[in-house]
C-alpha cells in the first residue's frame, strides 16, 4: 500500500487497533463497490436520505437524491448516500414528535462514525428537519439543509384543496352533517394530488423557511415544489455547495449565532408558522450553546406583522409563496428588522444576498410589506399565569378574535384516548362557553403528540359552533387552527397545574396580557398537589429512555444529555 498522507475516506477509522489494516480493508470493500484510487482521493460528502414508503410525502426524495450526487461530482468531490430512519407524520404512533430525537441521535452518530468531510441532509415532513439541524449543529461538520418540498395544490368540485388545513376544514364540516360520507371519500381522494409535504404554513413548510432563515439552506430552497425543476436544480446547487465546503469547512455552530434565531423568529412571525417551530428553535439553540427562551419569541411576536398570505393563517399555498418569490423576497421585506450581516451556508453576507433580490412585487399579493402588512403584530405569542407558569403558546392569527379573552368553565380530558372516546358524550353538556382541556400529553405523558387542537363535539358543530378554546400540554399541527393554547408547562404528568384541573373550574384566557389562568384559590390548589400521583413510565426501550430524560416543552423537549 502506498505512503503519503491519509484521504478523506480515511477520517473516522474503523477500530482494529491497527491504522495500516483499517485503511487497508476499507478500500477492499470499496473497491467491491467499484470505487477506485481517484475516487477514494477525493472529499467526501455524505447524504443524508430519508426516502421511506412509510413517508409518503419523500415519494419524490430519490430525484432529489441524485440531483444532489450530479452537484456533488460536478464539483469534484465524491457522494456517498445513507439511510437514516424516516419520520413519516401520517404513519407513525403516536406521534413523530416521540421520535424526532430519536432521529437527531442517530443522523448525529452517523456523521460522526462514517467518513465524510461534509453532509447534505435531506429531509421535509414535520420532525426530519429539525431532527437534522439538531443532529448537523451537535456534529458541527459542514452541512446543508436540503428538503423535498411542498405538494401542489388538488381541487374539488372546483374548490382548490390542500393539506392539511383544508382537509381539517372538511372534517370539520362532516362532523357537522354538512358533508356526505361519499363527499368526504372524494375530498380525501383530492387532498394531496402530488409527492410532497403540506402545501400549507404548516410545520413541515415553516421548517423549511426556518432552516433557509437559519442560514443552513441555500437561498430560495424552502419553497419549490416537490417534483419540480426549480427543486431539483435548487439540490443541485446545494450538491455543489456541500463539495466546497468538504475543503472550505463553514460549521453549523459559525452560522448559528445569536443573531440567526432572530432573523429566524422574525420571519417565523411574518409568515405566521407553525406553533412547532418555537419547540424546535429552541431545541436547536440549545444544542448551539445559543441563550433562547420564550421571552425572546413574544420581543421578536411584539414588533414583527404578518407579511405572508398563506393558510392557516391567510389563504394561499407555498407554491403561491414559490411564485412570489419564496423565502428570498419575504427576507428582503423584512430586511428593517434582520441582521443583515450573518452568514449562512453560502459563505456570503445576508445583506449582501439581499442585494439581488427585488421587494414584493406588485402583480402578486402573498407576500406582503412592512408598511401594508397582511395582519398585525403578534401572529404567535407565548403566554404565562397560574395555569402554565413556564410558559404556553398560542397562534393568535388562526385564532377567532372574539375567544381571545374568555373565561369558562373547565372540561377535563384525562388523555388524547380520553378525549377521543367522550368529546361527542351529550352527557357531558359541553356548551360554547366551557374550555376544552387535554392533559397528559406532554412530552413525558405521551410524548407531545399533535393532539392539543381537540375537535368541536359533534352536537356543537351541528349547531354551527367552529371555534372553542382549548387548552393542553400538548401541540397541535401548523396546519390547524383554531383558538388553541398549547405546551402549557410544567406539564402536568410531572405535577404542573394543569394536572390539578377540575371539571367546572373556572380557566380564563387573556392573549392581551399574555395569560392564561385557573380560577382556584391557592389552598385547594395545594391539597390536590399533595393528592397528585404521577403516571407510571413506559416498561423499556426508547420510550423509558425518552421520559426519563426529555426536557420540557419550554426548553425544546430535547433529551437531557444530549443539550
Known amino acids: 500500500m502506498s505512503g503519503g498522507p491519509p484521504t478523506r475516506i480515511d477520517r473516522n477509522p474503523t477500530s482494529y487497533a491497527d491504522a495500516g489494516f483499517s485503511r487497508y480493508l476499507r478500500r477492499a470493500f470499496l473497491a467491491s463497490a467499484g470505487f477506485d484510487r481517484a475516487d477514494l482521493d477525493r472529499a467526501i460528502v455524505g447524504i ?277 418569490g419564496g423565502v428570498p423576497v419575504v427576507l428582503k421585506a423584512l430586511a428593517p428588522l434582520l441582521d443583515l450581516s450573518v452568514v449562512g451556508v453560502s459563505g456570503r453576507t445576508l445583506g449582501d444576498l439581499l442585494g439581488e433580490v427585488s421587494p414584493p412585487a406588485s402583480w402578486q399579493n402573498t407576500i406582503r410589506t412592512l408598511e401594508a402588512p397582511l395582519g398585525p403584530t403578534g401572529a404567535l405569542v407565548t403566554l404565562r399565569g397560574s395555569l402554565a407558569p413556564d410558559g404556553a403558546v398560542i397562534k393568535r392569527a388562526a385564532a377567532t378574535p372574539a375567544l381571545l379573552r374568555h373565561a369558562g368553565p373547565a372540561v377535563v380530558f384525562e388523555s388524547p384516548e380520553d378525549a377521543a372516546a367522550r368529546i361527542d358524550d351529550p352527557a357531558l353538556a359541553i356548551t360554547p362557553q366551557h374550555v376544552l382541556v387535554l392533559r397528559n400529553a406532554g412530552p413525558v405523558g405521551a410524548g407531545m403528540p399533535e393532539a392539543g387542537s381537540l375537535p368541536i363535539p359533534r352536537y356543537l358543530a351541528a349547531a354551527g359552533v367552529r371555534d372553542m378554546v382549548r387548552v393542553s400540554d400538548a401541540r397541535m399541527s401548523g396546519t390547524a387552527y383554531g383558538t388553541v393554547v398549547l405546551h402549557c408547562s410544567p406539564e402536568a404528568a410531572t405535577g404542573g397545574p394543569l394536572a390539578l384541573v377540575r371539571d367546572g373550574d373556572i380557566i380564563e384566557l387573556d392573549v392581551a396580557a399574555r395569560r392564561i389562568d385557573v380560577r382556584v384559590e391557592d389552598a385547594v390548589l395545594a391539597r390536590r398537589r399533595a393528592e397528585f400521583r404521577p403516571p407510571a413510565l413506559p416498561e423499556r426501550g426508547w420510550r423509558r429512555l425518552y421520559a426519563e430524560h426529555v426536557l420540557p416543552a419550554h426548553l425544546g423537549a430535547d433529551l437531557d444529555f444530549l443539550v
Open 48 to 324: 443524508a436520505d430519508t426516502s421511506s414508503d412509510y413517508t409518503t410525502c419523500h415519494r419524490d426524495m430519490p430525484g432529489v437524491v441524485q440531483a444532489v450526487k450530479r452537484g456533488v461530482l460536478e464539483a469534484g468531490a465524491l457522494p456517498l448516500v445513507f439511510p437514516t430512519a424516516s419520520l413519516a407524520e401520517i404513519l407513525l404512533s403516536p406521534t413523530s414528535m416521540l421520535y424526532r430525537n430519536l432521529l437527531a441521535m442517530e443522523t448525529e452518530e452517523m456523521i460522526r462514525a462514517q467518513p465524510m468531510d461534509a453532509v447534505v441532509l435531506l429531509g421535509g415532513c414535520d420532525k426530519t428537519v429539525p431532527a437534522q439541524l439538531m443532529a448537523a449543529v451537535s456534529a458541527n461538520l459542514p452541512a446543508i439543509s436540503v428538503v423535498t418540498g411542498p405538494m401542489m395544490t388538488g381541487s374539488w368540485r372546483g374548490e382548490r384543496l390542500g393539506a392539511c388545513t383544508d382537509c381539517r376544514g372538511y372534517w370539520s364540516r362532516h362532523r357537522a352533517g354538512e358533508i356526505t360520507a361519499s363527499e368526504i371519500d372524494e375530498i380525501e381522494q383530492s387532498l394531496c394530488p402530488t409527492g410532497g409535504t403540506c402545501m400549507v404554513m404548516g410545520t413541515a413548510s415553516t421548517m423549511a423557511c426556518m432552516a433557509e432563515a437559519l442560514g443552513l439552506m441555500l437561498p430560495g430552497g424552502a419553497t419549490a415544489p416537490s417534483g419540480s425543476g426549480d427543486r431539483l436544480r435548487h439540490a443541485v446547487a446545494a450538491g455543489r455547495r456541500a463539495a466546497e465546503l468538504a475543503v472550505q469547512p463553514l460549521r453549523p455552530r459559525d452560522i448559528l449565532q445569536p443573531a440567526a434565531f432572530t432573523n429566524a423568529l422574525t420571519v417565523l412571525m411574518a409568515t405566521s408558522g407553525s406553533t412547532n417551530a418555537i419547540i424546535h428553535l429552541l431545541a436547536i439553540a440549545r444544542r448551539a450553546g445559543v441563550s433562547l427562551h420564550l421571552d425572546d419569541v413574544d420581543a421578536v411576536s411584539e414588533r414583527v406583522p404578518l407579511l405572508v398570505d398563506c393558510k392557516p393563517a391567510g389563504a394561499g399555498y407555498l407554491e403561491d409563496l414559490h411564485r412570489a
